[in-house]
Structure formats: C-alpha cells, structure tokens
C-alpha cells in the first residue's frame, strides 16, 4: 500500500517537474505542441465528418421510406454504374403484375421523371417532375405540408395538378400561399394543389427540389425523353408490407421479370432491384470508406506532431544532461529518469491533444452552422482523442526517455 | 580516531581504473588500498589528473572500477546491478558538489527533498524532513527560494542539506568551496567539522592544502596512487557562521 502510494507521489512528482521543465522553455513547448494539436484537431474533425455523412446517409435513407424496393430497367454491373446503352423497358403494366404476383407487396408506384421549367408571374424555376400515382406519397412516406398530394382519380383524368417541394416554391412564389396558384409547366398551365413535406437536403442532394404530377397527365402533357412506349415508365416503387417480404421480394421481382420479358436462362437480369435495406448497407459501407480515408489523411499531421514531439524531446535530454547526472547521483533509478522524460512528453501530448479537441468542436459547431452539414463529436471521440494524444507522446517520448535512462551517471554529471 | 575498532565504513583493495582516451591508455587509478572508518573526515588532495577525483567518483558508485575491490557498509560494489547502485547513492552517500548543482527555478525545499523522491518518501513527509535539514543549515527563512535568490555560500548550503537529508553513511563533497570566497569556504568547512562531531563520516576532496587543515585525516594522491596518508597534525577550527 505504501509502495502504491509512493509510486503514484512519484508520478505526481514527475508531472510537476514536467511542467516546471515545460514552462521552463514556453516558446518551444507551445511549438512543439502546436504540431500535436493540429494533428489531433484534424483526426477529430475527420471522424466527425465521417460521423456525419453516416447520419446524413441514415436520414436520407429514411426519407426514402421503409421497406421499399426500386426497380429499374437496367442489368446490375459489377463494376461501375451502368451505361446509357442498358436501359431496358419496364412498363406501368409490369408494375401491376408484381403488385398481384408478388407476395407482400402493399402497392407499386410507376415513375417517370423528367426535367421541366416552371413559370409564374415572371418567375421560373428548373426542377425535376416526377410522374406518378397516389401509390408515391404513401410508399416513399412522402405526405404534403399544405394542400394534397395527387389523388387516384387525378390520376385516372390526367388532371393538370402539381404538388411543388418546399425549394420550388421558394423560387416561384414570395409572400403569397401557393396553393391553388397557376403555373405553367414547360407552357403547359396547371394548379397547384398541394405543397411537399420537406425532407430537407442530404449531403447537398435537394430533396425540395422536385414537384410531382399524375402520371397521366406527364406523359401527355410533357414531353418524356426516357419513354419509349405508350406505357414504358423510368422505374418502380414498390411498397413491402415488411423486412422479410421486402429481402424475398428482390428475387420474386427478378422472376417475375425474367418470365415477362422471356429472358432465356443463362442471359442476365435486365432489371436492377435495389431494396432501401441494400441502399443502407452499400452506403453505409461507402461511407465508412470515406471516413477511414479521412483520418488516414488526417492521421500524417498527428504522425508529423509525434516526430516534432520526439525531436524537441532529445533536444530536452541533450540540455538537461546535467540534470540527469545529478538526479542519478541522488539516486534516481535509470526508471525514474525514464519516467520522467515519458511523462513530460505525455503532458505536452495531452495538453496538445486537448486544444486540438476544443478546437475541433469549435470548427464542428461552425461547419454545422455554415455548411448545414452535422459533424458530431461523441465524448468517445473526446476520450479516445486525449487517450491518443498521450499513447503518441508514450511512443514518441519512448526513445529519447530511453536513452536519458540509458546515461552514465559520472558522464551525464560532467557534461555542461 | 583511526584506531577506534570498528568496522570498516569504506575498504579498497588494489582499486583499478583505466580509461581509454583517443586511443591511449590513461591509468587514472592504479592500485590504491586503504580503508574509512566510520566517524573519520578524511582529506582527498592531490593535482588535477592525479585520480583523486576518479577515486572519488567509485567510492560514490557513479563510476564502476576496472579491477580491484570496493567495499561500502561491508557491500561489494561491484557485484551490483545500476539500480542497485542507484540505491546505495540513494541511502548511503550524500553528495555536494563544486557548482552546488541545484536545481535552477526550484525552491531550496524542493531541492533538498529530491533524494527523499527517490527513496519513495510521501510528500508530507518529504517536505517535513527538507524543512528540518534546512532549519539545521540556518535556512529557515529562505525556505522557498531558488537558487538564483540565494547567494554561493547559502547554494552550498542547500546542498549539504540535500545531502544529509537520506541519512547517508557518509558524505562526499567534491572541491566543495572551490566556487566561494575565503571567508564563506571557512563557513562550510566549519559546518563539516559540526557534522563530523555529531558523528558523521565526510571525505573531502580538495586541491587547497588550507582547507585540508580542518579535516583529521589527509590522504595524496599523485599518478593514481596514494603518496601519502597521514592525521592531519595541525588541525584548524572553524566556527561555522
């Protein structure tokens, strides 16, 4: 008990004569420093970063909506995104058919998107209108904020009704409510009945930005490019009533697809499924990759502020040879000089690693503000941060303290 | 006082050390036998290269022997591992030096209780026992200055009670007033012979043959060997201040 208690005052002691020997040299000790505190100050933010893009990636994955598969008519590549040449048919009659055929399926939303101008009262606005059902709003959890969403028998009378997201009505309309509101849509006149929730924005990805119109009415009244039949639709929403109809529901489609296109065995799927449960699992993924990037960069200035701590930390030894002479010839333990070089390295680490971290959650806080964009810094973070700071200074302190140990005592005493 | 029977505090036989410097074989200590008894002040003089100094450093344990054999408290130095030596620096021997060699911007306190660290002593206790060594010194009231806040004379001062402040067997203090003036060297000879009466065993090295007047005992050193060992006949006192 009493060794414990002494071990732990001669730590204590090492610390004070740490700093007194620290501020002996300020100048250089903030230096020195300096190298830790940028090196952890970009770890941090980079872990930070990486933390929100993770979240950014989760909530943009919820505002698709739970349990939703999309399916495109494009053959799944292995290696890079596909090309304009793979585009393959997928029709509203196809929609249908998996609605029947395949089991769980709650509802299918056919899409076609396209870009279009909208005017008003000497405003415009580019955006991009999305051609559906009233099956959209309910599978993509997409409700309205004011007015309506399209209705079924908007659908059925290709009623020249728009539903605007939050950004379009920004553009379009100030001071004024929208709803009820004409606007022309690539020339062509319609109402607005209904404003979009808002969803915000998503790693500068605007999800505001979008109106929506009945189906009908957008392949008839504007002009659609990816069309190549009467009924051909840009994808599919389809809604699962749940997790394990929605991981079934992937090969079901296929299929059902395969059969209806009567793509002979061997040939591959020209359709593409993606599930929301995959969209999270490959994003997540690719974000963990973007993070791991980030602090791998970010961990060269701390790599750098390590070796800056190791150089000033032989500096040290060579001036204070003196010092370790007389504190062996009083009976210090090639330990104690050791340990006390360890902990004066360590100290200047953790002082370095601690600005760094303020600084990080001020930088965090400001990004926040300014870019929109959350960066958040756990108090595992916080804590690893400091841990870090002071294995850094232990593995760059190591070998100059070492070598302080490793001194004469008779030869340290003579130098001057 | 040498025939007093008693052990023998410190015992050299054939004591050997050689250094090589730039390829030339320098014998700073070639065969010097003799032993201290406890409650001696010895005198160690000599000229400079006369190994007085090296003499000085193995029997402290900062310097390893070539050959021969050193016996402190009845322990074969030699035989000892650097941690174990730095133990016996530790409990045995107390050191002052020719530049005082105390810490610059630490109070005379704390410098007094930097062996007490080493020897795992708690802080009350360490601050307790540094306090007294200097009270006893007459540094009551300069208890927390640095050493630039103290003059030479007060510096030794603070070193001697760093020194004693283990209880050590014994005192080395080399060329101790080789850095003060006449009449602060005579203080600190005159606090030597104080702790010589209260029992304690002081080797002093010295090249001034006045200050080896107020040791009992000198021994000479010339080319690594003894030249001379006798009591000192006319032996000076000092009133310390």
Redesign the interface.
Known sequence: M??L???L??W??NVAIAF?ALR?NLMRSILTTLGVMIGVFSVILAVAVGNGAQVSVTEQIATLGSNMAIVVPEPERANGPPRPGDRGRLTERDGEAIARQVPGVVAVAPQIRTSVQLVTGGRSASTQAVGSTEAFGSISNLGTSDGRFITKSDVGSAARVVVIGQTVADKLFVDVNPIGEKVRINRVPFTVIGLLESKGSNLGNDNDDQIVVPITTLRQRLSTATAQGPDDVTLLFVGFEDEDTLVAGDREIKSLLRARYRVSKGKITPFTVRTTKEIAETSGEVTQIFQAVLVAIASISLLVGGIGIMNIMLVSVTERT??IG???????????IRNQFLVEAAVLCIIGGGIGLLLAMVAAAIFQQVADFPAPIGLDTALLAIAFSGVIGLVFGGYPAIRASRL???EA?RSE | MRTKMTAPLLETQDLIKNYVIGGEMVHAVNGVSLRIDQGEFVAIMGASGSGKSTFM?MI?C??VPTSGVLRLDGIDTRTLN??EL??I???KIG?V?QQF?L????SALDNVA??L???????AERRQRAQARLEAMGLGNRLLNTPAKLSGGQQQRVAIA?ALV?NPLILLADEPTGALDTQTSLDIMGIFQKLNDEGITLVVVTHEPDIAEYAARRIVFRDGKVIEDAAVTSRRRAEPA
């Not at chain 1, 007389?326 to 104690?336: E, F, I, N």
């Not at chain 2, 810490?103 to 630490?106: C, D, I, K, N």
Request: overall charge positive.
């Open positions: 009493n060794g208690l002494g071990t005052a001669g204590g002691v007194t002996t003196r010092e007389l504190r062996m010839a009083l009976g210090a333990k090639r330990s104690d004469s005592p008779i005493l | 450093n402290g900062l310097d650097s941690d730095a133990e620096r530790n409990r050191f030096f060699n810490l610059a911007r630490t930097v062996p660290i080493y020897a795992g002593v708690g802080p760093r283990t």
